[in-house]
């Protein structure tokens, strides 16, 4: 069963630019999160989505990020006309039920560098 | 509101040494907890976790945890550090219920290095 997949690993974006971020979640996972680990700081929650819906996203930026989990396909983070405050890493996750118990898997990362 | 505090950012022993990572969490409801480890340029592995039943929990690797609810801790130890264990150690906290139950809040995190 492959882990979650996240692409691309690396991206580099002007400021201005816009990054597009892709996580597949394992097989059978229908829950997927996104976190964000800034430069010298712990992971912090952006948002929970199931299969085209948004649970909570109670940790996104208000302006210039979105996020996405269709029926079909990846979920997408979106971010809108980077700034250099928002080169990071960005972690994928899932989880089959959303139970507070289930493990949550991570995926590799995309680290992102605004120039 | 959640929050997890990991003392210590950083962490030297020695191989073959006691290691000891400190986690202190505050939650308003009874919380389910994590540990993860970070490899360089790597995502997060899940170590133990406590949801409920025992306090004590066994992980990968020979790692184990203790929940203590008095004490809102939930400290990570092994007894005999490996060169392999070196990594950046998180703890997570995450509500046992309610419409924000899914995120995981983590601590700043623990480097541990482990001297030959």
């Known amino acids: 069963n492959a882990g979650v997949m996240q692409n691309p690993r690396h991206l580099v974006r002007r400021r201005g630019q816009e990054a597009r971020l892709r996580c597949s979640p394992m097989?059978?996972?229908?829950?997927v999160y996104w976190y964000r680990q800034l430069p010298e700081e712990g992971l912090k929650f952006m948002v929970y989505?199931?299969?085209?819906?948004?649970?909570?996203e109670s940790g996104m930026p208000k302006e210039r990020f979105s996020a996405e989990f269709p029926k079909e396909g990846p979920s997408i983070l979106r971010i809108q006309q980077v700034v250099r405050g928002d080169s990071a890493a960005y972690f994928c996750?899932?989880?089959?039920?959303?139970?507070?118990?289930?493990?949550?898997?991570f995926g590799p990362g995309t680290r992102l560098l605004v120039l | 509101a959640q929050s997890v505090t990991q003392l210590g950012s950083h962490v030297s022993v020695s191989e073959g040494a006691l290691v000891l990572l400190r986690c202190n969490y505050s939650?308003?409801?009874?919380?389910?907890l994590f540990w993860y480890v970070q490899y360089p340029n790597q995502g997060l592995q899940l170590l133990l976790k406590?949801?409920?039943?025992?306090?004590l929990v066994k992980g990968i690797n020979g790692f184990e945890a203790e929940f203590k609810k008095s004490e809102t801790s939930f400290h990570l130890t092994k007894p005999s550090a490996h060169m392999s264990d070196a990594a950046e150690y998180f703890c997570?906290?995450?509500?046992?219920?309610?419409?924000?139950?899914?995120?995981?809040?983590f601590g700043q995190g623990t480097i541990l290095t482990v001297h030959p």
């Open positions: 996750a899932s989880s089959p039920l959303s139970g507070g118990e289930e493990t949550q898997y």
């Open positions: 097989k059978g996972h229908s829950h």
């Open positions: 989505l199931q299969k085209e819906n948004i649970i909570d």
């Open positions: 939650s308003s409801v009874p919380p389910y």
């Open positions: 406590y949801t409920t039943g025992a306090t």
């Open positions: 997570a906290v995450r509500r046992a219920g309610g419409t924000s139950y899914g995120k995981l809040t």
